[in-house]
C-alpha cells in the first residue's frame, strides 16, 4: 500500500510547516523488517488490553525475530495461538496478559509450546466509531485472499 508521506508534526505546540512536501511511502517496506516472514493476524479477546492491543486489532508479526524477555509474541500452544508478553523467571518461560483478569501462565513440560513470531506493530484506528469499519474492511480483504 502506497501513502503519501508529508514529514513530521510536533504531539506539543505547533509549529510551522517548514520544508513541507509530498513523498510517496510504501507502508508495507516501514511494517515489514523481514517481507517473507511476517505475517498480519487480527487478535481476539482483551487479555493485552494495557498493552496497547484489544479485542479486533490486527497486529504484524515477524517471524525472523528472536523472542526477547518482555516481547509481545505469538506462541503456538497447545496446538492453539495466544497473543502474550514473553517472560523468562528463574530460567523458566512465562506467557504474561496484559489485564489484571488474566494471571500469568508458566510453560511447563507437560504443554507444547513454541514462539510462532513477535508482534513488531499493532494497526488501529484512532478516528471516532471506526473501530467497526475497520474491522469490516480486515474481513472483506481475508474473504478475498480465500478465494
Not at 517548514?18 to 482483551?46: C, D, Y
Not at 496497547?52 to 505469538?74: N, Q, T
Request: aromatic residues 8%.
Amino acid at each position: 500500500m502506497e501513502c503519501k508521506y508529508v514529514g513530521s508534526v510536533g504531539g506539543g505546540f505547533p509549529s510551522p510547516a517548514e520544508g513541507w512536501r509530498e513523498r510517496s511511502l510504501e507502508i508495507s517496506e516501514v511494517l515489514q523488517e523481514h517481507p517473507e516472514s511476517t505475517f498480519f493476524m487480527v487478535v481476539r479477546g482483551n487479555s493485552m488490553d494495557e498493552a496497547g492491543i484489544g479485542d479486533g486489532d490486527p497486529v504484524v508479526v515477524d517471524r525472523a525475530l528472536k523472542a526477547e524477555p518482555g516481547s509481545i509474541i505469538i506462541a503456538l500452544l497447545n496446538g492453539g495461538f495466544v497473543v502474550k508478553r514473553y517472560l523468562v523467571e528463574n530460567g523458566k518461560v512465562v506467557l504474561a496478559s496484559a489485564h489484571p483478569r488474566f494471571p500469568p501462565l508458566p510453560v511447563t513440560s507437560r504443554m507444547t509450546f513454541e514462539v510462532w513470531g513477535v508482534v513488531s506493530f499493532v494497526v488501529k484506528s484512532v478516528r471516532v466509531g471506526h473501530a467497526q469499519t475497520l474491522r469490516a474492511r480486515l474481513a472483506q480483504v481475508s474473504r478475498r485472499g480465500e478465494q
